[in-house]
């Protein structure tokens, strides 16, 4: 019951209380991965990706009140906190000078997103590249590609870049 109230097929968290939404990285997320069930419980996992101007704490106080309602229990885990780079930052600017030079695109900024990517696992990292804004979002769907020539101008994006952040200047 208290699944198909507060979560259904809604992904903006807007039924558990929790829908919120910023500037630098767009609306919350959620997702739920996981239900399993035993002869004790029903356990569902469930993936927030919250905006990079809140915190996991903010979120968990929204939710609270709703689960405690209802006498449902919450376990916290596997917590990820978002990674934001502001665009005037000076790894950000390089990566920017460096795609805008390989691709002339002067008119599109850095994008953010919800997903979790390498830059997880190594300090002051992001994810960069490769997606075009000529070419269609494919990623994680069916018949994901990338063509030859995309891949190609990825690989001299990637190189600069590398001799761009590894440079003293």
Do not use: W
């Not at 996991?56 to 229990?73: C, M, S, V, W």
């Not at 850095?110 to 997880?120: H, K, S």
Request: a negative charge; hydrophobic letters at 40%.
């Amino acid at each position: 019951e208290f699944y198909n109230e507060h979560i259904g097929f809604e992904l903006d968290g807007a039924k558990l209380g929790i829908a919120c939404a910023d500037e630098p990285s767009g609306a919350l997320t959620v997702n739920v991965g996981l239900i399993s069930m035993d002869a004790e419980a029903v356990i569902i996992d469930v993936n927030v990706r919250y905006p990079v101007t809140k915190t996991d704490d903010e979120i968990y106080a929204l939710l609270l009140p709703g689960l405690d309602a209802r006498d449902l229990g919450l376990i916290k885990k596997d917590h990820k906190a978002p990674i934001y780079f502001s665009p005037d930052t000076p790894l950000i600017t390089k990566l920017m000078e460096v795609y805008r030079k390989n691709t002339g695109d002067t008119e599109h900024g850095p994008i953010v997103v919800g997903g979790g990517t390498y830059a997880r696992a190594v300090p002051n990292c992001v994810a960069f590249g490769p997606r075009f804004p000529d070419e269609a979002d494919l990623m994680h769907q069916k018949d994901e590609y990338v063509t030859v020539e995309s891949l190609l101008r990825s690989a001299h994006i990637y190189a600069d870049a590398i001799i761009a952040l590894a440079s003293r200047e």
